[in-house]
């Protein structure tokens, strides 16, 4: 009654106690002992997609390797091929009637049938020209690909490979011309055309990439950072005088003339109270205008509140940072400033009273050395000054 409902799964059964000597196999297999140290070589488990009859052979080249004497070799085929199985595959085998597997014909031919829509089939020589040279493809790669598909191709047509080939090259192809004049029998002489043809492009591409060498060193003007245009309040630096394109401005932030961030000051409070505190100072503060523009990424975490809207955080507002360092001048927000001030803040301190220099009387000036003690030039009177350890020098004395 309750699969008669639709939408509601089916129960799960319980167990059979008997179900672990289930077995898709005979008695002739299912009761032979397998060799304690047999091991089913390592492959690539079988999921349904790729071509049955290749899992099959390439199992069967794996167990050839397996020393497994020869009145085990079949049950041990038969027992292991469940190990290479996986996901609707592995469910198929373990849900074979018992006993319905005799021998390892049986098995591979029941596989066979049931996926058999995965099977691939053989490839003819006509499928060749299916490949052909793309647009300005080089012929090195339109080569290897020709090659490769040829490969996979038993009992290959050679003439017809080669008349595929030919039509697959472009038309404006100097080889295309080549192979239509002189038309070739085997495959070998197509190669051998083919890569003469290849060295020839390839020589011409680096004797044009030897003489043109763009100028990789030009780059955009606007960096990364400036790319903030659609944000609201966003600062860029526009430079009146003329940029080298090949130089990238500095970071803004970097700018010696900004006012001092907010941490030089030394504040008790948060910069987040802080705003809070220009509220109460009313027409002193000069609040931005507001704009009728809706507010740009409401989900992103950039939140000023000097300005209440998105964009940028409150700690890299520059307007904010201006209007604290002109409220610091007029003496307002003192209160909240800590003994420890940083020397960023820009105070006038009124110099104490320090004695005044000395008068000058008399300068007298005098050479010790020269060209005047040893008669020669400056240069060698220091080397030989410096030889006797005499000090040759111009002093002033102030008295």
């Known amino acids: 009654m309750i699969q ?25 297999i299912a009761l032979v002992e397998i060799p304690k140290r047999f091991t089913v070589p390592h492959m690539k488990q079988y999921d349904r997609l ?9 199992y069967k080249q794996r167990m050839f390797t397996v020393p497994i004497p020869r009145e085990y070799r079949e049950p041990c085929m038969c027992k292991g091929f469940g190990s290479t199985l996986i996901g609707p595959a592995l469910q198929w085998f373990v849900g074979s009637a018992n006993g319905s597997i005799s021998m390892f014909a049986d098995l591979v031919d029941t596989f066979n049938l049931q996926f058999a829509n995965s099977r691939q089939f053989e490839k003819t020589t006509s499928d060749l020209y299916k490949v052909y040279q793309k647009y300005r493809e080089p012929l090195r790669d339109y080569l290897t690909r020709f090659n490769r598909e040829k490969v996979t191709i038993t009992n290959c047509d050679i003439p017809t490979a080669i008349e595929a080939f030919r039509i697959g090259l472009e038309k404006d192809s100097p080889l295309y011309d080549e192979l239509t004049k002189y038309l070739c029998k085997t495959m070998d002489d197509v190669q051998a055309k083919a890569m003469a043809q290849i060295r020839l492009e390839e020589h011409k591409r680096e004797d044009d990439d030897k003489y043109y060498r763009p100028n990789r060193k030009i780059t955009s003007i606007r960096n990364k950072d400036y790319k903030n245009d659609n944000k609201p309040y966003a600062r860029t630096i526009r430079d009146e005088q003329h940029v080298n394109s090949s130089q990238i401005r500095p970071y803004w932030r970097r700018d010696p003339n900004l006012p001092p961030t907010f941490d030089s000051y030394g504040f008790s409070i948060t910069l987040t109270v802080l705003v809070k505190e220009f509220a109460k100072l009313g027409d002193v503060v000069k609040w931005p205008a507001k704009t009728n523009k809706p507010k740009s990424n409401p989900d992103s975490k950039l939140w000023c509140e000097f300005h209440s809207d998105y964009g940028h955080k409150a700690i890299d507002c520059v307007a904010l940072r201006r209007e604290i360092e002109a409220l610091v001048k007029k003496g307002y927000l003192t209160e909240y400033i800590s003994s420890h001030r940083s020397n960023h803040v820009r105070t ?52």
Do not use: W
């Open 50 to 58: 790729s071509d049955p009859q290749e899992h099959i052979a390439q």
């Open 348 to 399: 006038e301190k009124t110099p104490a009273n320090l004695p005044l220099p000395p008068p000058h009387h008399k300068v007298i000036n005098f050479i010790a050395g020269g060209s005047e003690m040893c008669e020669k030039t400056y240069s060698q009177a220091k080397r030989r000054a410096r030889g006797k350890g005499i000090q040759v020098a111009h002093a002033e004395v102030v008295i």
């Open 4 to 28: 008669r409902i639709p939408g509601v799964p089916k129960p799960l059964e319980k167990e059979n106690p008997t179900s672990y000597a289930d077995s898709p196999f005979a008695d002739d």
